[in-house]
């Protein structure tokens, strides 16, 4: 599956793609009743969420995909197959509003001439910077590289395309750019009741040195990165990827540990950037009562 390959990166992305596919398979279904169909949605879940372990923003989209369809009073799978298309489209062009919004809020933080320092790749990031750069704001971005894939690669490819003055840098090297650096805006891939971050590998260390050096830290993320798991007790899984992207050919009885994600506690965190404004990280629960209710049902 491209999604367990790393060829769709970014939780955005991510859960732009598995939307794409129920919408498919729902145009595509062979059931013949309601009961038929909802057991093959079911399937596509398990399958889909297997594919990515840290990816809520991926389960809430389909969480809220499939509770449509089951309380619809529709039985023709023709009927409910069209709910998934119309609760599909609508869930994505939410999406599009959202990422507006972050990035005209974003935007406003990005001051002339100010050095901004990201990690990894993330669409939302970039759109935001590319919303201030065509505004008509002039910065310069530091990119880490992010290995062992080297995400960082993407975003400075985006960056430089925009006209961007871009550096890349590995990740070792961040605390020696740090002191020249206005601001860190990093993306999410999960955020947990008590308003942690989990983000690509590196995160924590990059949030570390910003607060020694007082540099302000932002996560820039949608709502909808929340994981109501952790509201009960269970934590965010961090997934191990394979030892190969580190070594390739590694020598024999060598032990090579290869998590994809990290945590960043709230407590370096400056403010959460998100569709509802720049929110404190401590008040996650508060807000996701006003804007997302279902999720917490």
């Not at 119309?86 to 999406?95: A, P």
């Not at 990894?120 to 530091?142: D, M, P």
């Not at 798991?229 to 934590?235: A, K, L, N, P, R």
């Amino acid at each position: 599956m491209r999604i367990k390959r790393l060829e769709v990166q970014g939780a955005r992305n991510v859960a732009v793609a598995v939307i794409q596919a129920i919408e498919t398979l729902a145009k595509e279904t062979k059931a013949k009743n309601k009961k038929e169909f909802m057991k093959e949605l079911s399937e596509a879940k398990e399958i889909l969420f297997s594919s990515r372990e840290t990816e809520p923003f991926m389960r809430n989209a389909v969480r809220w995909i499939i509770s449509q369809v089951e309380k619809s009073v529709h039985e023709k799978v023709e009927e409910l197959a069209e709910i998934v298309s119309f609760t599909s489209q609508e869930f994505l062009k939410n999406l599009e509003d959202s990422k507006r919004k972050i990035a005209e809020i974003g935007g406003k933080r990005i001051r002339n001439n100010s050095v901004i320092l990201t990690h990894c790749h993330s669409s939302t990031v970039t759109y935001l910077l590319r919303r201030a750069k065509l505004e008509g704001r002039s910065f310069e971005v530091i990119c880490t590289e992010s290995r062992p894939v080297f995400q960082g690669r993407i975003t400075t490819k985006e960056m430089l395309e925009l006209g961007v003055n871009t550096t890349l840098i590995v990740d070792s090297a961040a605390r020696f750019f740090m002191n020249h650096v206005d601001l860190v805006i990093v993306g999410a891939d999960a955020i947990t009741s008590e308003g942690n971050v989990v983000n690509k590998i590196g995160t924590s260390m990059i949030a570390l040195i910003a607060q020694e050096a007082r540099t302000p830290f932002y996560v820039v993320s949608e709502l909808l990165k929340f994981d109501p798991i952790t509201m009960y007790g269970d934590y965010e899984k961090i997934e191990e990827r394979s030892p190969n992207e580190i070594w390739e050919n590694p020598p024999k009885n060598l032990i090579i540990k290869n998590p994809a994600f990290d945590i960043t506690r709230r407590d370096f965190i400056h403010g959460i950037i998100c569709e509802e404004g720049i929110i404190s990280p401590h008040s996650i629960i508060q807000v996701m009562h006003r804007k997302y209710p279902w999720v917490l049902e």
